[in-house]
């Protein structure tokens, strides 16, 4: 029986999906051909990234054991990988005590994602990246509370009771509603009035969610103005020095914390793997997400730039889009291997959910509506 090993490189959204339908894929023909399925991904578990607000604010963990993800009889390897010998067909990477080793594969997936866009160093305050960055916000925001109602100074006792959040993407709404909510939370248990909690959302922007319809950013802005959170539409914030934080309408404003949620950009591993990549460095592949010029490689999520080769549409950075593609890889892979018509990929995104802090529920949009 033909034995064929594929790994699927990076244990986000995209990857976790694309080991169940691959394994769904040929767990049918498993009298024919024998699949030896591996995962990689450099965590010891895997994290639910669109919930990183939830350990900045109310501390809630996010990570989930990757015995729970994984299909039965798929092998998880904790390594990250260093780089591609595309000749040998060989994925090198390092193990959790840093020894360099290799695994060699037939068909590879990369799905090695996303990573937030840090600020600049000299800019002050926290960039919510990852599980670390949301626990050393949670950690001041608390600190701050606890020397709010210490101090006698009102002034001082305002600054410690203010956050401000840079960025008002997706993310950027979503952290701001949430630690609104938990500031407030924490101030009534330690004797505070949740009253004087204030956290300022600054929108470079003229409206918040531009990518949906006026009348969802109007909904948004009135949720939040409901959990106390004030948006400061077409400013940006520059950085934070002495507790003020300054901003580009030329004010400054007292603050015990500010927080960056700017964006995110293709993970920066991908430049040492040799695969030919966009402008913006997303891995570049035809509509079936096979890598160009690179055969048995494939790609999808965050790190691949995936055209509708119908509408000229490229998805963009969400599992929104990420699943859908990792749903019709398992066909894809299926068809390549044994000689059918590969499935080709179609822009689904018809649909956003915005959360709003636990107290508010979501909000949810249909695009184009
Ligand atoms: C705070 C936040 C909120 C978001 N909210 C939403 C939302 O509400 N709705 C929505 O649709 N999308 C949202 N997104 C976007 C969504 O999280 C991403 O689109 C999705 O996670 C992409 O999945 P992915 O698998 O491509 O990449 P990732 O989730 O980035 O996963 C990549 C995986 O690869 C692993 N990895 C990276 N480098 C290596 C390496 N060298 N070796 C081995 N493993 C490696 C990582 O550990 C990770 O497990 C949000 C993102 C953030 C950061």
Redesign the pocket.
Known sequence: MEQVTCIV???????IHAMKAIHQAFHEQKDRMELNLIL????EA??R??L??QPAASGEPITVPWKQLLPEGVRFVQ???THIDHERKQLH?QDQNGNEKKLPFDKLVV????M?EKHASDQGGFS?IDTDSARDIRIKWMANLEQAAKTSNSLEKRRLMCAAVAGAG??GV?TAAELAHAMKAESLRIGLDPHDVQVHLFNAKARLFQEGPVKVSHKIERTLAACGVTVHHQCKALYEKDGLLNVSSRKSLPVGLTIWTLG?KP?P?LLQLSLPLTKDEQVKVDASYRVNGRPNIYSI???AHIVDPITGIADG????E?IPQAQRLGSVLYADMTGGTAPQHKNVITS???GLGPDRGNVDTQMGA
């Open positions: 490189l990076g244990g986000g959204f995209a990857g990689m991904d450099k965590l895997h994290v990234k669109v990183l607000f390594g990250a990988a990477y799905a090695v994602g996303s937030a919510l997706i993310t979503e995110l993970n591993i999520g965050d790190c950075m969400t599992c929104k990420a956003f959910t915005i």
